[in-house]
């Protein structure tokens, strides 16, 4: 993979390119970029690989390093809203020339870039998912810096220790207040960019905290189940519930089982999906509340795992 100045200092000539291309051997990526068939069809089932392709077109000069949302990519890390297919994004040093990156399909930030919040993923500079996280939870929604944080966190790619040290070489910037708080927020415990958008639903409906992928047990101290929320307080569990969870029915009748076993034991159950979090939020937390609620009037929980 490369710009064609690189084939033709390989000894490959335009004539050859052009021939190659028609071929199928080499694939073009951008303008006067070029990668062979086998990197290309690698890429296809991996989207980082296929991000970092994509980039080969773009160049990184002047300091420019790969940052925001593509960085994200490159790193892994889950995004709430899905990246638009071709774009790019870049930071670049205050100061610097941007005119080289006058390209469609480029999105260019400014700001500073100490050489501690970058390193190198698939040849290209690219910012550190430290830094990643932070510079998305400064630009985008709490909800959008809760779930790239909660993934990096949770993949060990960066801890709450090291974001805020991120966040305070970056003070005064735009947007800093909400990265802060995106940090504090941040748990390395929410398995899915679901659990994570639950999390902030809760907090902004005025929940209390739950607690993240605990063990239940029953009266015989056996583990009946580990649970996605629960509020020890009320006993009672949240569960975010993907389509995938009930595609083998199998696993639906376990899922039922399971939720016996949890009631018997005293447990309120309450299960979302996708549509409802999003589409009638308050009827789920008023579902949660009204578990909150019949738990007050049956009086004190007792013990459980």
């Known amino acids: 993979m490369g710009p064609a100045s690189a084939w033709l200092a390989a000894g490959?000539?335009?004539?050859?390119?052009?021939?190659?291309?028609?071929?199928?051997e080499l694939?073009?990526?951008?303008?006067?970029?070029?990668a062979t068939a086998a990197e290309v069809t690698a890429a296809a089932a991996d989207p980082?690989?296929?991000?970092a392709l994509n980039l080969a077109g773009v160049t990184v000069r002047n300091g420019g390093v790969v940052s925001h949302q593509s960085a994200a990519v490159l790193?892994?890390?889950?995004?709430?809203?899905k990246r638009p297919e071709g774009i790019v994004t870049l930071t670049v040093p205050p100061g610097k020339r941007i005119g080289s990156y006058g390209k469609a399909g480029v999105i260019r930030h400014s700001a500073e870039l100490p050489s501690s919040h970058v390193t190198e993923l698939f040849g290209v500079p690219v910012t550190t998912a430290g830094r990643?996280?932070?510079?998305?939870?400064?630009?985008?929604?709490?909800m959008e810096g809760v779930v790239v944080a909660d993934s990096a966190i949770h993949k060990l790619q960066?801890?709450?220790?090291?974001?805020?040290?991120?966040l305070a070489s970056c003070a005064g910037w735009p947007g800093i207040g909400r990265a802060r708080d995106v940090a504090e927020f941040a748990s390395g415990l929410a398995e899915s960019v679901f659990e994570s958008c639950a999390r902030v639903v809760?907090?902004?409906?005025?929940?209390?905290?739950?607690?993240?992928?605990?063990?239940?047990?029953?009266?015989?101290?056996?583990?009946?189940?580990?649970?996605?929320f629960y509020w020890p307080q009320y006993r009672v569990v949240g569960e975010a519930d993907g389509l995938l969870k009930y595609e083998d029915t199998r696993a639906a009748v376990a899922e039922l089982r399971r939720d016996r076993l949890l009631?018997?034991?005293?447990?309120?159950?309450?299960?979302?999906?996708?549509?409802?979090?999003?589409?009638?939020?308050?009827?789920?937390?008023?579902?949660?509340?009204?578990?909150?609620?019949?738990s007050a009037r049956l009086g004190p929980p007792a013990l459980s795992s």
Request: charged share 25%; proline share 4%; net charge positive.
């Open 48 to 51: 980082a690989r296929s991000h």
């Open 27 to 34: 694939v073009k990526i951008r303008f006067g970029v070029y």
């Open 158 to 166: 960066t801890s709450r220790r090291e974001l805020r040290g991120v």
């Open 202 to 228: 809760f907090h902004e409906h005025g929940l209390p905290p739950p607690r993240l992928q605990v063990c239940l047990s029953g009266s015989d101290g056996g583990t009946i189940a580990r649970v996605d």
């Open 263 to 294: 009631h018997e034991a005293g447990f309120e159950v309450v299960h979302f999906t996708w549509q409802e979090l999003f589409g009638q939020p308050e009827r789920v937390i008023a579902r949660i509340r009204a578990s909150f609620a019949r």
């Open 12 to 24: 490959i000539s335009r004539s050859d390119l052009a021939r190659l291309v028609a071929a199928g």
């Open 132 to 142: 990643t996280v932070a510079d998305i939870a400064r630009t985008a929604s709490f």
């Open 75 to 81: 790193h892994r890390l889950s995004l709430l809203t």
